[in-house]
């Protein structure tokens, strides 16, 4: 079974630039997710999609930062313009939905690390 | 909202030897999931340990095992006989059993191993 792929695995840009990250989760799931990772903590959940409708988005930054998810297949994770505090890396994952039929994991990409000069 | 705590930002340990991290949480859900998921340096978050939290009978894999009291919505991980490869960043995450639940995760506790 073929993982979580994303791309591209580094990004560096000026600030006020614009980047896009593009995720493929594992067939199947219709769950997927996108964490930002800032170096040396935990993921924070930014967006959640079920199939290709938003379940979460309360701690995404519209201001700047946009994802979709067409088809309810891949997904892409925009951020525009960038800031020098967006340098993380970008998780993303994707699961079967949670609940007792499921094991409830997560499954994720090898991340996608920004850095924003 | 659920928040995961996880107190020791890192631990050591030789090898061959055990070592306990901990995590606490805390939820007003009877139906949740926990998790350990481990990440070595530049390389991809995995799972290292599940524990429903109806089932009462603690998780084990093989080396790796948890203590899970729900009582005191603690979760810690033990792992038995370290090994060098063990060495990363552990993360305690919580998920809700509600067919929508997110992924709340720790801060993460970095695992030393020295020979």
């Known amino acids: 079974e073929a993982g979580v792929a994303q791309s591209p695995r580094y990004k560096i840009i000026e600030k006020r630039q614009s980047v896009a990250f593009w995720c493929n989760p594992i067939?199947?799931?219709?769950?997927l997710y996108w964490y930002q990772q800032i170096l040396g903590q935990g993921p924070k959940l930014l967006i959640q999609?079920?199939?290709?409708?938003?379940?979460?988005d309360s701690q995404l930054p519209k201001d700047r930062f946009s994802a979709e998810r067409l088809k309810g297949v891949d997904s892409t994770l925009k951020i525009q313009p960038a800031k020098l505090e967006d340098s993380a890396v970008y998780l993303c994952?994707?699961?079967?939905?949670?609940?007792?039929?499921?094991?409830?994991?997560?499954?994720f990409g090898e991340g996608s690390r920004l850095t924003v000069l | 909202a659920q928040t995961v705590t996880q107190s020791q930002p890192e631990m050591s340990v030789q090898e061959a030897e055990t070592v306990t991290l901990s995590c606490t949480y805390d939820t007003s859900e009877s139906d949740y999931y926990l998790f350990w998921y481990k990440q070595p340096p530049s390389r991809q978050m995995i799972l290292v340990i599940r524990?429903?939290?109806?089932?009462?009978q603690n998780a084990t894999e093989n080396r790796f095992s948890v203590n899970f009291q729900k009582a005191a919505k603690s979760f810690s991980l033990k792992i038995s006989d370290s090994q060098l490869g063990d060495a990363a960043m552990y993360f305690c995450a919580y998920r809700s059993a509600v067919i929508f639940g997110t992924l709340t995760f720790g801060k993460g506790t970095m695992l030393l191993v020295s020979p």
């Open positions: 524990q429903e939290a109806y089932k009462q």
């Open positions: 994952a994707s699961s079967r939905p949670s609940g007792r039929a499921y094991t409830g994991e997560l499954f």
């Open positions: 999609f079920q199939n290709n409708g938003v379940v979460d």
């Open positions: 067939s199947g799931h219709a769950t």
